[in-house]
C-alpha cells in the first residue's frame, strides 16, 4: 500500500519524463514523412508483404513502431484517397453503421483507399450531424 502523496509524486515523475521524451521527439512532420518514404523505398519488399516497422522506428529515436506505423498508414500510403467524400461514400458508410456499428477498420475494407480514420472522422464531423438534425427537425 502506498500513501496518496507517493503516488502523487509518482504521477509527477512519470508526467516529467514523458514531457521529456516528447520534447526530444518533435512533431511527426513533413522531414519524417519524407525520410520514412524515402527508408521504405530503399528497403524494396514487396506490396504483399507487412513492413518491418520496428525496424524502421530504430531510424528515428523517441518514435515506436506503432507511431511509425501509423504514421505511414493514415497519412503517407500512397493508397490513400484523398479526395472530398462522395454522396454514394456517404450512403455506404450510413448503411454500414447502421448494420454493423462503428467498425471503421472492415469498412476501410469496402472502401478502397479510405483508412478507419478518414471514415471515423467523416462520420462523426458530417453524417452523425446530420442523423441528430433529422431527429430534431
Avoid: H
Avoid at 521529456?20 to 522531414?31: E, P, S
Amino acid at each position: 500500500y502506498q500513501c496518496q502523496c507517493n503516488l502523487q509524486a509518482t504521477r509527477k515523475i512519470n508526467k516529467k519524463v514523458m514531457l521529456n521524451v516528447t520534447d526530444v521527439a518533435g512533431t511527426l512532420g513533413q522531414a519524417l514523412g519524407s525520410e520514412l518514404l524515402r527508408l521504405i523505398k530503399s528497403l524494396d519488399i514487396s506490396p504483399d508483404k507487412p513492413l518491418p516497422f520496428a525496424l524502421l522506428a530504430e531510424k528515428f529515436p523517441g518514435r515506436s513502431a506503432k507511431q511509425i506505423r501509423e504514421r505511414y498508414q493514415n497519412k503517407l500510403d500512397s493508397s490513400i484517397t484523398r479526395t472530398k467524400f462522395t454522396e454514394a461514400e456517404d450512403r455506404v458508410i450510413l448503411e454500414f453503421y447502421k448494420t454493423n456499428g462503428p467498425k471503421w477498420k472492415q469498412l476501410s475494407k469496402r472502401l478502397k483507399g479510405r483508412t478507419p480514420i478518414s471514415l471515423r472522422n467523416r462520420f462523426n464531423a458530417k453524417i452523425k450531424r446530420q442523423l441528430i438534425d433529422n431527429l430534431d427537425g
